[in-house]
């Protein structure tokens, strides 16, 4: 049991020991949250969460897409619970399909029974490969529900779905961040995303390999930034979906380029085949969040980036496998 306190605020954080979770269960701590964290270490780690220690922080180790029952108050529910990294969820489709429905609607269930406000973090994926660019909230995807990301994409617009029916026709208080590409610290090296691949090869002095001919372009927000939008987003009235992200678009090889000035490489780049459905444009229109919560993103790339390679170069990334 988390031990009580009647004027502190309780979280419960889904997908409390993976990369963005473990950041957020960090915050909540830091500022004054009992923090109760529920996750099923399929792309998760302890080791994310290990540094957390006292009597307002609690692990427990569950599967959503099984019922879930908290003898806790709640106030407030993060529901990050997913495969999130293209390796992990085409390697877990099945698992990922479930826990955006089952498991969001577990959560959400739960969150009713509590009275709690229920953030779902969302994604960008959901604008599919997109023909509106940058992405506003307003611009409906273009989504191929039967190719290799489907399974990701349509869980999460299937968890948006449920979590508008639960608002609209339970009352339930409930928010949708739509996240955008975010980095930092505790990113598994070989979670195929592009920073952390990219990092891990410079580090090694191995060539960097961009998919295609790298002009598919990105935006990069560093996990202290988004994890306070998160916040802010989840301390707010707002119901419709917000954007997270960095608006400071770049193409693949221009981020290829920064990680080997930002980390003193030497490392060449090469070109590899562009993987099937990869989106050719990515960046967010943050008009809203801007608006509705006074947010924007601080930390720029070269710093968000000298931050990471510090945390990797610390836990010894394991360049031998690479
Ligand atoms: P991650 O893989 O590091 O974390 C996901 C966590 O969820 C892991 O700890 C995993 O073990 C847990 N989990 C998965 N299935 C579960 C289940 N059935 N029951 C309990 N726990 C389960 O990924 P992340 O990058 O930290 O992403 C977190 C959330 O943010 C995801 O919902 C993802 O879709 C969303 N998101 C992340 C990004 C990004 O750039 N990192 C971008 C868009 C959206």
């Given at each position: 049991m988390l031990v009580y306190h009647p004027n502190v605020a309780t979280a419960l954080v889904t997908g409390g020991a993976g990369f963005l979770g473990s950041h957020l269960c960090d915050f909540l701590v830091g500022n004054g949250y009992r923090v109760l964290c529920v996750d099923n270490l399929d792309t998760g780690s302890l080791a994310n969460i290990?540094?957390?220690?006292?009597?307002d922080f609690r692990f427990l180790n569950h599967d959503l897409t099984s019922h879930v029952e908290i003898d806790e108050r709640l106030d407030v529910v993060f529901h990050l619970a997913s495969p999130a990294s293209p390796i992990d969820y085409q390697r877990l489709p099945l698992q990922t399909l479930k826990v955006g429905s089952y498991g969001t609607h577990n959560t959400l269930g739960l969150a009713k029974n509590k009275r709690a406000r229920f953030l779902l973090a969302s994604t960008?994926?959901?604008?599919?490969?997109?023909?509106?660019?940058?992405?506003?909230?307003?611009y409906w995807g273009n989504v191929n529900p039967i190719g290799p990301r489907g399974v990701y994409d349509e869980a999460k617009r299937y968890a948006e779905a449920m979590t508008m029916a639960y608002h609209r026709q339970q009352g339930l208080d409930t928010c949708i961040a739509r996240i955008f590409n975010t980095y930092g610290p505790?990113?598994?090296?070989?979670?195929?995303?592009a920073i952390p691949t990219f990092l891990r090869q410079a580090l090694a002095s191995k060539p960097l390999t961009v998919f295609g001919d790298g002009s598919q372009t990105r935006s990069f927000c560093y996990v202290d930034d988004l994890v306070r939008g998160l916040y802010l987003l989840a301390e707010s009235g707002e119901h419709l979906p917000v954007n997270l992200g960095s608006p400071v678009e770049m193409s693949l090889l221009e981020l290829a380029q920064t990680v080997i000035r930002v980390g003193g490489s030497s490392s060449e780049i090469v070109f590899e085949a562009l993987p099937v459905d990869d989106p050719q444009v990515r960046q967010p229109d943050i008009t809203r969040a801007r608006q509705i919560l006074g947010w924007q993103p601080e930390v720029s790339l070269e710093d968000g980036l000298r931050r990471t390679i510090a945390a990797y170069s610390h836990s010894a990334v394991d360049s031998a496998s690479v």
């Open positions: 290990d540094h957390i220690r006292g009597e960008s994926e959901i604008y599919g490969d997109p023909l509106m660019h940058p992405q506003s909230e307003s505790r990113m598994r090296p070989h979670d195929g995303r």
